[in-house]
């Protein structure tokens, strides 16, 4: 499986962007990269993905580097409800034609000050 | 849609009692994902469900552990006997499809406690 290295915390004022990096240098071809965060006491909830091309959404602007051995997750103007973990997870391969499950890491603790 | 649906919210046992934690898919969704999560060990997969089909069960820590999807939007996780180190939040999750360019949709979780 590939894996990825974030920091564990990030600061950002509220109404700044907000970029959290994550590098995968292991990444294979046809692996995505996927974007989810937790707000405490919830579910973790999907924010974007992408496989080779920078892909933006209601939410958030991903970019992902040419050899894509790293990425940046975007939030454009981050606000207070962003204060979250942001997990950057790299999909692993099917086994036997099926799914898998994302495998999770500690992700990043993003605290949007006031 | 309402989402994904878990019951209980909270659950309290002692020791030794059967816990079982339900699920309720995303209409459509053909994948059942279970999840648990501790501060030690973070978020862990248990099992997942292709079409109530049981797929990958390598996570579900052991025996006292089983999880059942009877139909296309129930599924059951089931902990017997229970024990404090089973203490954690226990997600459920599905998505429209299994491949690597698929979302998964997560409850918001059931937190127990095992005295």
């Known amino acids: 499986d590939a894996k990825t290295t974030q920091p564990p915390s990030m600061d950002c004022a509220e109404g700044r962007a907000a970029n959290l990096p994550c590098n995968h240098s292991t990444i294979s071809g046809n692996e995505y990269v996927y974007w989810y965060r937790q707000i405490h006491s919830q579910g973790p909830q999907y924010i974007i993905h992408g496989l080779k091309n920078n892909e933006t959404n209601e939410m958030a602007s991903l970019i992902i580097t040419e050899d894509r051995k790293s990425s940046t997750l975007i939030l454009p103007h981050a606000t207070l409800r962003d204060t979250a973990v942001y997990y950057c997870?790299?999909?692993?391969?099917?086994?036997?034609?099926?799914?898998?499950?994302?495998?999770f890491g500690k992700g990043t603790h993003l605290i949007i000050q006031p | 849609d309402a989402g994904v649906i878990q019951s209980p919210r909270h659950e309290v046992t002692e020791m030794g009692q059967e816990v079982t934690l339900r699920c309720k898919p995303i209409?459509?969704?053909?994948?059942l994902f279970w999840y648990r999560q501790t501060m030690m060990r973070g978020l862990e997969l248990l099992i997942y469900f292709n079409n109530n089909v049981p797929i990958d069960d390598s996570g579900m820590p052991e025996d006292r552990f089983s999880a059942k999807m009877p139909n296309a939007s129930f599924s059951t996780l089931k902990i017997q006997p229970s024990e404090p180190r089973d203490s954690a939040v226990y997600f459920c999750?599905?998505?429209?499809?299994?491949?690597?360019?698929?979302?998964?949709?997560f409850g918001q979780g059931t937190r127990l406690t095992v005295v």
């Open positions: 997870i790299v999909r692993v391969s099917y086994s036997g034609g099926g799914a898998d499950g994302l495998t």
């Open positions: 209409s459509g969704h053909d994948y």
């Open positions: 999750a599905s998505s429209l499809r299994g491949g690597r360019d698929t979302e998964a949709f």
